[in-house]
């Protein structure tokens, strides 16, 4: 699948969820999010466990 998304609003989607993605990161899941696109819309998830 092929997205086109404005830099401005991939920037403040991801500026919501940098807090709860970990910097330093015991487990390597906590370190990534998950992007869900689809034609209805696109979701950003990300866990703090």
Same mark, same amino acid.
């Given at each position: /699948? ?7 609003? &991939?920037?403040?989607?991801? @500026? +919501? %969820?940098q +807090?709860?993605?970990?910097?330093? +990161?015991? /487990?390597? %899941?906590? @370190? ?10 696109s979701? &950003?998830?990300?866990t703090?466990?």
């Open positions: /699948m092929k997205i086109v998304v404005s830099k401005e609003e &991939i920037q403040e989607k991801l @500026s +919501n %969820i +807090n709860i993605v970990e910097k330093r +990161n015991t /487990m390597p %899941i906590l @370190s990534h999010f998950l992007l869900d696109a689809a034609e209805s819309g979701y &950003i998830t990300a703090d466990l």
